[in-house]
Every structure is written in structure tokens, then in C-alpha cells.
């Protein structure tokens, strides 16, 4: 199998080395119209095979699969332009800017029956394929609020505010986690130092009480990538600047008491214990390329396709939507959110 990587800025790099790290990719090529970045790329990589035209790359029959890694406003249209010539294609979050171009490039993928398949990398750590685990197997009990915060020093981009950088993030893996379709979605934020939001708080709501909530920062003086899942049986932190144990799992919550007609509401809490599964320390963009592949060669349906790709998509759309409209909450389309099938790569 031959494949291009179309973008060698940040992401980049870290693609094609994992590409070059499996024995079914018989070569691996470099495309960037940066001649500076490819000459990285070629210091960098050995065996590598150099390309500054998207275009050529993307007509030329002998390419099996692209994977795309460019600033978002690109994904579009170089992966239409692939997935018409016949390539498998692989998009950096998020798929696209809009949804209605996400519904486009599902329906072209199976059309020509190629896979489409989105880099939402944390849907592939041991973390959270041990939480999908869980939440699945009932540990947690019913699921009650999802609550994360997703902040550094920078990185400020130029192209997208800080919902579409981080956010995305978190939406795959509540969209991935959670099996029930979201209704609405609110967002605020603040712009410091340009016209794009580098601060925001992203509500997403539900049918039932389930409730789940975003802060992303590009100001914060720390890093912080941390998650809190609450149940009705169990409770689970993730955090993933933790060394050791990016996962635990707390026995604690409330049970209430008071009897029907008691006018006084009696609380019990109940403090259990703390364990934190044993994980594996495998490099998630590794697990993400490897499922990729095998896709392609079985034809199964990859966990983070399109349609995942789109409902990641809408969450960030109607955030943005509300960010403009003051913090309103924004209906979702059902057809666009509707929950992931069980799976693991």
C-alpha cells in the first residue's frame, strides 16, 4: 500500500512516522507546498518521497490512501478530490467546517466505497477505550454529567478559535462514550488578544438530565486535559498529564433517603474506594493508523467515520453559532448526532 500525507506542519510528521512504522505501507509520501518543511520531513524521515503539488498526488493512481493534515478550511476539498480518485482517506479533526460538506464527503466515501475516517486521536488511548469498557459493562451506572477542561499556554492558531482547536477533542469523546443523541448546544467566550476566541465554555444538553460541559482555554499558565464523568453507581476522572494513573475510578455518590411525604430531604453520601485500572502505554496516532489500515483491508467500519466526524462537527457548529448569538442555546439536528455503534480499534 502507498500513502501520501498532504501536510507537514505539526501533525504531519507524527502521521508519517507511523506510516513508515507499518510493514503493509510499502511507501510513504511527504507533501507540503513549504519547501522548508519538507526538507524536514526529508532530514527527518528516511525513505520518504517528496511532493510540493497536492493536486499530482492526488491524481496518481499508484496512491492507495491519503491522510490529510492541513489547516481545516482545506479538508473539504482535498479530501472530495481524493476520495473521487479512488483513494482512502484519513482527515485531521475536526472533518470539516460545516456539516452539510461532512454529509457530503459521507455520501461520496460510500459511493466509491472507500473509507473515510477522522484522526480523533483520544478515541484511541487506553484510557478512553477503558472507559468505553465501563460505561458499556454498566460500572458507572447511569450516566449523569460529563465534565471537562482542555487548557495550555497557546497554542493560538490563526485559522480556527479555541472550540474548534480543543473542543473537538471533547466532543468525540463524549460522542464516543455517551450513547444518547444530544438536543442543543450553548457556548461563551472571550477574544484577549485578536478577532478569535482563545476562551470558551461549551454546553451540550440532552433529553434527560445527562448534561455535559467544556472549558477551553488557550490562556491558562498550566496544561490541564482533564475529564470527570459522573455516574449514579460510580464516578471516573481522566486525566491525561498523569504519568501513572491517567484513569480512576471512584466508588463514591449520593443516594437519597427521604420517604415519600417527609418534607426534610435526607442525603446519604457514600465515600468507597479509589482504583485505577491498569492501562497500556501505547501511542494512541499508532492505534489510529493501524485501524485505518485494517479498514481499508477488511472493509469494517472505522469507530471515529464520518458520521462520527459529522456529529463532532455539529456540536462545534452550533457552538459557534451561539457563541454568536450572545449564548443561546442552539437545536441540534438528530440525524446529525445520532450515538456511535459499540466498538474498539
Known sequence: ????????????????????????????????????????????????????????????????????????????????????????????????????????????????????????????????QKLKELITAGELGELLYFDSVRANLGLFQPDVNVIWDLASHDASILHYLVELPPIAVSAVGARHYYELENLAYVTVYYEN?????????????????????????????YDDMETSEKLRIYDRGVEICSKEGEEQLRVQYRAGQMYAPALRNQEALERVVSHFLECIRTGCRPISDGYAGRAVVAILEAAEQSLRAQGAPIRLSPEYVAPVPNGAP
Request: hydrophobic share 45%.
Open 1 to 128: 500500500m502507498v500513502v501520501a500525507v498532504l501536510g507537514c506542519g505539526y501533525w504531519g510528521p507524527n502521521l508519517i512516522r507511523n506510516f513508515l512504522q507499518r510493514p503493509e505501507v510499502e511507501a510513504v509520501f511527504a507533501c507540503d507546498p513549504d519547501e522548508r518543511r519538507l526538507e524536514m520531513v526529508r532530514a527527518r524521515f528516511r525513505g520518504v518521497r517528496i511532493c510540493s503539488v497536492a493536486e499530482q498526488l492526488l491524481r496518481d493512481p499508484a496512491i492507495d490512501a491519503v491522510a490529510i493534515a492541513t489547516p481545516v478550511a482545506l479538508h473539504y476539498e482535498l479530501a472530495r478530490t481524493a476520495l473521487r480518485h479512488g483513494k482512502h482517506v484519513l482527515v485531521e479533526k475536526p472533518l470539516t467546517q460545516s456539516t452539510q460538506h461532512a454529509t457530503e464527503l459521507i455520501a461520496l466515501s460510500e459511493h466509491v466505497g472507500r473509507v473515510l475516517m477522522v484522526d480523533h486521536t483520544f478515541l484511541f488511548t487506553d484510557a478512553v
Open 209 to 237: 438530565s445527562f448534561l455535559a460541559h467544556f472549558h477551553v482555554n488557550w490562556l491558562s499558565p498550566v496544561k490541564l486535559r482533564t475529564i470527570c464523568i459522573g455516574g449514579s453507581r460510580r464516578m471516573a476522572i
